[in-house]
């Protein structure tokens, strides 16, 4: 089993709608969770910390259910401009780790 | 503000020839910095992190090898590159807060896709 795991995707969905991704991670001592967008043949950028009691910004929701080891990204009304791939990173033990990345495609 | 350059963004190497990817950071000090791979339509592979001057752990054993002259200045480099070499790579700084913590809100640079034929 991975350690972090991914649904590759993708996702298509249209413009205006929501859309969730999971992450589950295999070691229940993991301490600290992100999710990073990257754009097709760009850099991996930070766009949210994950807290254990869920954190939103703006159209953007993440949540950490410790319990069943996994974090989740909320995306509300989808833009066109969320286009990409949604990459989840799990903190253990001084470690990172990345999840294989889950693309998101919005349409028109 | 912190900046991370990586360079060249793109590269075309044929198989047996040496590598070198330089990354340099700007507006910090003593950073812990990276180096990852990427192959096509994979996740992030850890290959090698620094959180010191000549400080260099190696995550993946491989014909790659790893350097830190400088505090800001981290080199990948090969003698002699493989077909499997080619791949995304990306250059990463988080901050050093004075213990050994590997990776935290990580700042990419934009990447160098190398090509090896």
């Known amino acids: 089993r991975k350690e972090v795991e991914q649904d590759p995707g993708p996702f298509n969905v249209p413009e205006g709608a929501t859309v969730a991704f999971n992450c589950t991670y295999s070691?229940?001592?993991?301490?600290?969770f992100f999710w990073y967008r990257q754009d097709c043949r760009k850099e991996p950028k930070l766009l949210m910390s994950v807290y254990s009691s869920g954190n939103e910004d703006g159209r953007f929701t993440a949540q950490l259910n410790r319990a069943s080891q996994y974090i989740s990204l909320l995306i509300r009304d989808s833009k066109l401009s969320d286009s990409a791939t949604y990459l989840c990173?799990?903190?253990?033990?001084?470690?990172?780790?990345f999840g294989g990345g889950t693309r998101l495609m919005v349409k028109p | 503000s912190q900046t991370i350059h990586q360079w060249p963004a793109t590269l075309v190497q044929p198989v047996g020839s040496p590598l070198s990817l330089e990354c340099t950071v700007e507006g910090t000090s003593n950073p812990n910095l990276y180096w990852y791979r990427q192959a096509a339509g994979r996740g992030l592979q850890l290959l090698f992190y620094?959180?010191?001057?000549?400080?260099i752990s190696s995550e993946v054993p491989q014909n790659l090898s790893a350097s830190r002259p400088q505090d800001r200045q981290f080199i990948l480099s090969s003698k002699k590159l493989l077909l499997s070499d080619s791949g995304f790579y990306l250059c990463?700084?988080?901050?050093?807060?004075?213990?050994?913590?590997?990776?935290?809100?990580?700042?990419f640079g934009s990447g160098t896709q190398l090509s090896v034929l």
């Open positions: 070691n229940s001592a993991s301490q600290s």
């Open positions: 990173v799990v903190i253990l033990d001084n470690m990172l780790t």
């Open positions: 620094s959180v010191g001057i000549g400080q």
């Open positions: 990463a700084w988080s901050a050093n807060y004075g213990t050994v913590l590997v990776g935290e809100k990580l700042f």
